[in-house]
């Protein structure tokens, strides 16, 4: 497959584990936020978004959490699976509509 | 499938020559947004068109260029191809700019 990034930050978890990425975000006007996941030779797939008027939510196995404090993002996978393998980006948007995206993070999930 | 076509999926050429990507975006979404993906940068915004219009601009080198065109369907054109514009080149779209968007599953082009 296609690598996204050969110096991406990696989390490795064993399959049936939580798995928690995080992401720093930059402009403190940012008022909305998504995560994206990007499987090998693939374009990146929603999986979840947050606006800054929240500090949780929940999807189907995954969690995003906001401090807006700390300008910190989480996305958190429960019960991690070997298909969740891919590499996962947070992107804030502010009051341009244009979301910025952070660098990613690589996900190895072991069976 | 996301519902966002792009073609090709892969594209080699030589230095200095010119090529269009192509993007059809999803039934009724309006925006389009081009997206560059190299392997150092992670994943650039270039352009965005709304019904017709451009947008907003990125970091879009002035030898590229882009438009869309009645049918919502939108071209990136990249000219006097340089090595360093091989990347992946993905575009997506929104039926509102205030929401996500959902990415094609990209061009990859290839400069030697």
């Known amino acids: 497959g296609e690598s996204v990034g050969l110096h991406l930050p990696t989390l490795s978890v064993q399959e049936g584990d939580n798995s928690i990425i995080n992401c720093a975000y930059s402009?403190?006007?940012?008022?909305?936020f998504i995560w994206y996941k990007q499987e090998s030779g693939k374009g990146p797939q929603f999986i979840i978004d947050?606006?800054?008027?929240?500090d949780k939510r929940q999807g189907q196995r995954v969690t995003v959490l906001l401090n807006k404090t700390v300008k910190h993002l989480s996305l958190q996978i429960a019960a991690t699976q070997p298909g969740d393998s891919a590499v996962y980006f947070c992107a804030e948007k502010g009051g341009s509509y244009i979301p910025t995206f952070g660098r990613g993070t690589s996900l190895i999930v072991h069976p | 499938d996301s519902g966002v076509t792009q073609t090709p999926k892969h594209l080699i050429t030589a230095t200095g020559q010119r090529v269009t990507l192509r993007c059809s975006p999803r039934?009724?979404?309006?925006?389009v947004y081009w997206y560059q993906q190299s392997l150092d940068q992670g994943l650039q915004f270039l352009i965005q068109y709304y019904n017709g219009e451009e947008r907003a601009k990125g970091n879009i080198l002035e030898r590229f260029s882009a438009q869309q065109f009645p049918d919502l369907h939108s071209e990136l054109n990249l000219s006097s191809l340089e090595l360093g514009d091989s990347a992946l080149y993905f575009c997506a779209s929104s039926v509102d700019p205030q929401e996500g968007y959902t990415f094609g599953s990209g061009t990859r082009l290839t400069v030697v």
């Open positions: 039934s009724g979404d309006l925006s």
């Open positions: 947050i606006r800054s008027n929240m």
């Open positions: 402009n403190s006007a940012s008022d909305y």
